[in-house]
C-alpha cells in the first residue's frame, strides 16, 4: 500500500521514477539491462536487426546511461551480421555473438575481458578488428 501511494505522489508531482539495477528496456532493436546508476549493457537483440552501431550512451527514462557491455549470449541466434563497438565497452560476455551470422566485429582498446565462445559455432566470421592499443590481445613482446 506504501508503494502504491509513493508511486502515485511521484507520478502526480512529476517526479521522475528512477530505474533499477537488473531492469531492462528496449530501444531500436535492442534490450539494455541497467548494471549500475549510470551504466547498462546490451542484453538481447531482436530478430529484426541485421546491422548495428552500438552508440557510447543511451537515455532512458531522463537518465544517460554509458554502454559499457556486451551481456551473456546478446546476440546468440540473432540476425546480426556487423556490429560496431564504441569505445565505452569494456567487457563482452561468454558466447555474446555465438551461433550468429557475424562477418564484422570491431574490438576497441577499452575491452578488457571478454568471455569464452564469444564467437563459438560462427562459420561467417571474416573480419575481427582490434585496436592497435588493445593490451587484451597483446603477449608480453607487445605483440598481437
Known amino acids: 500500500m506504501k508503494q502504491l501511494i ?3 505522489i511521484l507520478f502526480l508531482s512529476g517526479i521522475t521514477a528512477y530505474a533499477a539495477v537488473g531492469d531492462t528496456f528496449t530501444q531500436e532493436g535492442l534490450t539494455y539491462v541497467i548494471k549500475s546508476n549510470n551504466t547498462v549493457g ?3 537483440v531482436s530478430n529484426d536487426v541485421t546491422e548495428c552501431t552500438i552508440t557510447p550512451t543511451i537515455i532512458y527514462k531522463d537518465i544517460t546511461y554509458n554502454v559499457t557491455s556486451i551481456e551473456r549470449d ?3 541466434w540473432s540476425n546480426v551480421t556487423k556490429v560496431t563497438l564504441p569505445n565505452t565497452i ?3 560476455g561468454y558466447g555474446a555473438f555465438r551461433s550468429s551470422p557475424l562477418e564484422s566485429i570491431n574490438i576497441p582498446s577499452t575491452v578488457s575481458s571478454i568471455g569464452q565462445g564469444f564467437v563459438a559455432y560462427n562459420k561467417k566470421l571474416a573480419t575481427i578488428d582490434v585496436a592497435d592499443n588493445n593490451q587484451y590481445f597483446k603477449n608480453d ?4
Open 90 to 92: 569494456t567487457e563482452i
Open 42 to 44: 546490451i542484453y538481447s
Open 6 to 8: 509513493i508511486s502515485a
Open 74 to 76: 546478446a546476440f546468440y
Open 141 to 144: 613482446d607487445g605483440v598481437l
